[in-house]
């Protein structure tokens, strides 16, 4: 048994412990088994669970999280405080190696989608309300220090000194500007971000963390959601930095 099979098992054990009552999920009466594996993510395993008429997903954390820049209890504590928003899956259980979730059935957004003007304003809003929720007791991301994670585990790499330089400027330009920060997903791609006849849910938290109020809409639609040149020309060091990260972040799994 490797490593994802032993976890995903310990996860479905604990099912009596997980948080089923609410309405809409389905009674939880017997240990549930394993429907499918669901593909698409691009850290962890990912599987659909149901015991009669109740479903969730099991996510089996990549044992890399320290690498891939993850902080599993930061993402537990976001996820509780946007419960209430109705935003993002209902969480059933969590463990630092494994998430419970409820099912959110629905399609996935794509690139063609995301230009849909009804789409486009649904998101705005659900990124505001998002923003709106307050994290007390922490501290924002600070883009220096995250993008040197990455670099620290690039040293034997051919990673030029130029490019570096050009990596620790925009960041560094990113961290000095005045902006306010926001609940910030850091991984806001249209996979995950799913729709249903219930409205928008947004998945996939665990990069989630204080962060630049202009990141999660930049990653979506790039520097075209800036209403003005001048706006274009104050994400110019943001863009970068988010192109950085994705590199970075590709870079370290090599």
């Not at 969590?94 to 789409?119: A, M, P, W, Y």
Request: hydrophobic content about 40%; some cysteine; proline content about 4%.
């Amino acid at each position: 048994m490797n490593r994802t099979q032993a976890v995903l098992q310990s996860a479905l054990s604990s099912w009596q412990n997980w948080n089923s009552g609410e309405p809409g999920l389905g009674l939880l009466t017997a240990k549930p088994e394993i429907v499918t594996e669901l593909f698409g993510g691009r850290t962890n395993k990912t599987f659909l669970v149901s015991s009669g008429d109740f479903r969730a997903v099991v996510r089996v954390n990549s044992p890399d999280a320290v690498k891939l820049g993850i902080d599993r209890q930061r993402e537990k504590q976001i996820l509780e405080l946007l419960q209430p928003t109705g935003l993002v899956p209902r969480v059933l259980f969590f463990d630092n190696d494994f998430l419970v979730s409820e099912f959110i059935e629905g399609r996935s957004l794509t690139d063609k989608s995301l230009k849909n003007s009804h789409i486009m304003e649904s998101l705005s809003e659900a990124l505001a309300v998002v923003q709106s929720v307050k994290m007390p007791n922490s501290s924002p991301r600070n883009y220096l220090d995250y993008c040197r994670r990455y670099l620290n585990q690039l040293t034997g790499t051919k990673v030029s000194p130029l490019v570096v330089e050009q990596i620790e400027g925009a960041a560094k330009a990113v961290d000095q500007e005045a902006w306010e920060p926001v609940i910030c997903h850091h991984d806001m791609v249209p996979e995950n971000i799913i729709v249903n006849d219930s409205g928008l849910f947004i998945i996939d938290w665990e990069y989630a963390a204080l962060g630049h109020p202009g990141l999660d809409f930049l990653r979506l639609y790039g520097a075209d959601y800036a209403s003005s040149e001048r706006q274009k020309e104050s994400l110019q060091s943001l863009f970068k930095v988010k192109q950085a990260m994705d590199k970075l972040w590709l870079a370290v799994q090599l």
